[in-house]
């Protein structure tokens, strides 16, 4: 089975501040990655995903995560964060394998301070 | 595209009522996923479809849930009788195996069981 680990529960920091949110995940196969956003009181929005190619990805809104297999990772980041990157950051893992089922991580809090 | 909807946005009930949430996926997708949403819990997978058969609901907390998907363009999830413990917001998001199970969600139905 796969499962999704996420490294910090709630980040807080400061506007311009660099971010980078930590992702592990654990199955031996092939796999699709993802980075879904929630914004307050809203539903889940994809910023970014991994399918094959290039192991840098460069999302929406500046963000960017870097898939590195030998350490079954997908970290997220953004050099300059705004007030308005306050949400909540999910990691998450598909397989062919599994059928497409996604597995989420716990979620990362991120609280930016104006 | 208008996008996975859900429906009701908010209900609100009384512990022992009968209630139902509505979803309509992106049109040509082939999956669609009922998802709970709790701060206690984070996000947990209730139930999955595939070309609407229902494929894993190993997610289902107890015999009070139930889920249809009648047709490629309409699921319910239902909850009879409900109970206070239900409260969350419930997603419902659909992908296509063409798009490698990127999930596109729906804005959520906020269920409040009093």
């Given amino acids: 089975a796969q499962s999704v680990s996420q490294h910090n529960h709630h980040v807080i920091l400061s506007e311009a501040a660099s971010l980078e949110l930590g992702c592990n995940y654990s199955y031996g196969g092939t796999v699709n990655l993802f980075w879904y956003v929630q914004y307050p009181g809203q539903h889940l929005q994809l910023l970014l995903k991994y399918f094959s190619g290039d192991p840098l990805v460069k999302g929406i809104k500046g963000f960017e995560a870097e898939f590195i297999k030998s350490k079954f990772s997908f970290n997220l980041r953004k050099p300059s964060v705004q007030w308005s990157d306050t949400a909540e950051y999910f990691c998450a893992v598909n397989a062919r394998s599994n059928d497409y089922k996604l597995s989420f991580g716990a979620g990362t809090t991120v609280t930016v301070r104006a | ?114």
């Avoid at chain 2, 009930?13 to 082939?30: A, F, N, Y």
């Avoid at chain 2, 479809?49 to 889920?67: C, L, Q, T």
């Avoid at chain 2, 419902?92 to 990127?102: H, I, K, L, N, Y």
Wanted: aromatic share 10%.
């Fill in chain 2, 1 to 114: 595209d208008a996008g996975v909807i859900q429906s009701p946005r908010h209900e609100v009930t009384e512990m022992g009522q009968e209630v139902t949430l509505r979803c309509k996926p992106i049109s040509g997708h082939d999956y669609l996923f009922w998802y709970r949403q709790t701060m206690m819990r984070g996000l947990e997978l209730l139930i999955y479809f595939n070309n609407n058969v229902p494929i894993d609901d190993s997610g289902m907390p107890e015999d009070r849930f139930s889920a249809k998907m009648p047709n490629a363009s309409f699921s319910t999830l239902k909850i009879q009788p409900s109970e206070p413990r239900d409260s969350a917001v419930y997603f419902c998001a659909s992908s296509s195996t063409s798009e490698s199970g990127e999930l596109f969600f729906g804005e959520g139905s906020r269920l409040t069981v009093l």
